[in-house]
């Protein structure tokens, strides 16, 4: 039956009810699926947050559940069962109900199909119109990353049912990348390196939205050069996956270019170090001896930190220029592939010279996809990825 708002009689102590917000907004879509329970005096027993968040909604009645108890013990007992024994629901069937219902949304709609690159001469179907997660999101009233993440953990414990012992998602993410890592490193990843001659600006095209995990790259420098750092971040922006990192090498002189025009499309995350060992170069125009390369790192939002640490100061021993005049030592490179990246992830490098981020992402067992403007480089570049070490 319906009993008015201000007839219901609250009278637990006040306490934190968690976020009301995201009840309401749920009650508010989808109708309030359960009602409140009181007593034939109309005092609440089961129901507060519900109770708060239709208030807060601005509703004048609600439907109600009305037990005839007439004894205060047995009003005791229910709101005790539901506030105490009802258990909460686990991090995981939260997840897997919210899988469910983005994969009925996308078996209603229409998914967007292809997610990997495609370089033949007919791009694959995609429908315009294609459920996304961000609509989930919207239409559960929750973030994006919450449905994400959701989505990621109930795949987790489908793969390995035994994770669902593991009451924290984010604990359940952890062991799974785990699991997936020793899996990849005892069997080996087999898929070859995309590697495509050409200029990047095209090329880049053919990879779809929200399909690559890292973009690691070091273009040229020279002033002649600096049209192309508008191009990077604005496909960059378009190809990342959410949260996902555009990490690029870049000389001293154009940093405040580099800054400004990729902050266009991204966010800046910080600005890195790249030490260089031995012999450098000297900078007539400013009178300096030039040791240090900036590493500004820029993320796609929302904001999702790393999980490992790096030192912003990465240590470069001599470059190897046998391949490539401008060649960068692997070992950096290596260490930044290792922190934003996880193994099986797919890293692109849309300028890769030498080869030396293609090489450092097989070694740590990630896809690679490369382009390369030069033929020179592109053949040289491809030689030393042949090589085992
Ligand atoms: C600084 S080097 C990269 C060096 C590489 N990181 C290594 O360790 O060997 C920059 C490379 O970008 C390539 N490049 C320049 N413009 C390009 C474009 N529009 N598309 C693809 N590659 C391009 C150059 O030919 C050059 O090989």
New binding site residues.
């Given amino acids: 039956m319906k009993v008015r708002l201000s007839e219901i009689k609250n009278t637990e102590p006040k306490r934190s009810e968690g976020n009301i917000y995201e009840l309401a907004q749920s009650i508010k879509n989808v109708g309030l699926i359960c009602p409140l329970t009181l007593n034939q005096n109309y005092k609440l027993l089961a129901g507060r947050r519900r109770f708060k968040a239709v208030k807060k909604l601005g509703w004048k009645e609600v439907d109600c559940h009305i037990l005839q108890s007439g004894s205060e013990l047995y009003d005791f007992k229910v709101a005790l069962e539901e506030n105490l024994k009802r258990k909460p629901l686990t991090d995981v069937e939260v997840a897997v109900a919210i899988k469910e219902y983005d994969e009925l949304k996308r078996k209603l709609e229409g998914e967007r199909k292809g997610l990997l690159p495609y370089f033949g001469k007919k791009p694959p179907h995609r429908p315009k119109e294609a459920w996304t997660e961000e609509k989930t999101a919207e239409d559960l009233s929750i973030s994006q990353q919450s449905v994400s993440t959701a989505i990621q953990i109930a795949k987790a414990v489908e793969e390995h049912p035994e994770l669902v012992r593991i009451k924290k998602g984010g604990r359940i993410l952890s062991a799974y990348k785990k699991l997936k890592e020793e899996k990849v490193m005892q069997e080996g990843l087999t898929i070859e390196p995309i590697l495509k001659l050409g200029?990047?600006?095209e090329l880049i095209k053919k990879i779809p939205d929200n399909s690559i995990d890292l973009i690691l790259t070091?273009?040229?420098y020279e002033k002649k050069?600096l049209e192309?750092w508008g191009e990077l971040g604005k496909e960059a922006q378009r190809v990342l996956k959410p949260s996902k990192f555009l990490i690029t090498y870049c000389g001293q002189s154009y940093l405040p270019f580099v800054l400004n025009t990729l902050t266009k499309y991204l966010n800046y995350y910080w600005l890195g170090m790249l030490y260089h060992k031995g012999q450098i170069a000297q900078r007539f125009e400013v009178n300096m001896f030039n040791r240090a390369k900036p590493i500004p790192f820029f993320y796609k939002p929302p904001l999702r930190k790393q999980d490992k640490w790096l030192d912003d100061v990465l240590i470069s021993e001599n470059p190897s220029k046998e391949?490539?005049e401008?060649?960068?030592n692997i070992e950096p490179v290596k260490k930044l592939v290792e922190c934003f990246s996880n193994v099986n992830d797919t890293i692109l490098?849309?300028?890769?010279?030498?080869?030396?981020?293609i090489k450092a992402s097989l070694l740590l067992k990630r896809r690679a996809i490369g382009?390369?403007?030069?033929k020179k480089?592109y053949v040289i570049g491809r030689k030393n990825l042949s090589k085992k070490t």
């Fill in positions: 200029d990047f600006r070091d273009p040229p050069y192309l391949l490539h401008w060649g960068q490098d849309p300028m890769f010279g030498g080869g030396s981020v382009f390369e403007k030069e480089y």
